[in-house]
Structures are given as structure tokens and as C-alpha cells.
């Protein structure tokens, strides 16, 4: 069993920042790619950010610059600092994980259950 808990949206003005987390728990081997992603109310998911085990990051062009993706390997978690939020930025954040949970296994993804963020004034 493999869970990832996202923790740390909520309501901020414009302008304003949030740091979210995503932790992975259960039988796991090694975790490769990790990212955030967001939908918004009648839009299709996107891509937010992903990072490679080595510390590779990718960001959308949307938040380049405003959002910074980490993670600590040793605790299986992966964060999201978002600086100068913009209403635009309001979606729900869901957490994607790659990950092994047997050596002889392959990669699959998991997913967070979401945290919503909302920016507001």
C-alpha cells in the first residue's frame, strides 16, 4: 500500500505565498520523479512542476520564476514554495509521485487526494 498526503493549501490574497507538502508512506523501494499539478474548475489538469531524484527540476512557464519545487529524499516528500500568487494560480494541487515499491518492480505513478488553494482577496 503507497499513499501520498498533501498538506498546506488554503486561502491567501493576492501577492501572497504558500508552501505545500506531499509525503509518501507505505511499501516503497525508490521514488524517481516527483511533481505537483492543478486543475481549476472546468479546465483540464496541468503540470506545475516535477523533480527528479538528482534535484532536475521542470516548471510551467505560467509559474516560472514564482514557484520553487524541493524535495528530501530521505523523508520521501516533496514540496512547492508559491510566492506572488495570483488568482489565477486557484485550483486544486494534486501531488504525482513515480514509484518502485519492489526492486524487481517498474516504476507507476500515485497520486495525492488534492489540496485546494485558493487566492482571494
Known amino acids: 500500500q503507497v499513499q501520498l498526503v498533501e498538506s498546506g493549501g488554503g486561502l491567501v490574497q493576492p501577492g501572497g505565498s504558500l508552501r505545500l507538502s506531499c509525503a509518501a508512506s507505505g511499501s516503497i523501494f525508490n521514488i524517481n520523479v516527483m511533481g505537483w499539478y492543478r486543475q481549476a474548475p472546468g479546465k483540464q489538469r496541468e503540470l506545475v512542476a516535477t523533480i527528479t531524484s538528482g534535484g532536475t527540476t521542470n516548471y510551467a512557464d505560467s509559474v516560472k520564476g514564482r514557484f520553487t519545487i524541493s524535495r528530501d529524499n530521505a523523508k520521501k516528500t516533496v514540496y512547492l514554495q508559491m510566492n506572488s500568487l495570483k488568482p489565477e494560480d486557484t485550483a486544486v494541487y494534486y501531488c504525482?509521485?513515480?514509484?518502485?515499491?519492489?526492486?524487481?518492480?517498474?516504476?507507476?505513478?500515485?497520486w495525492g487526494q488534492g489540496t485546494q488553494v485558493t487566492v482571494s482577496s
Open positions: 504525482k509521485a513515480e514509484i518502485k515499491r519492489w526492486w524487481y518492480d517498474s516504476y507507476y505513478p500515485y
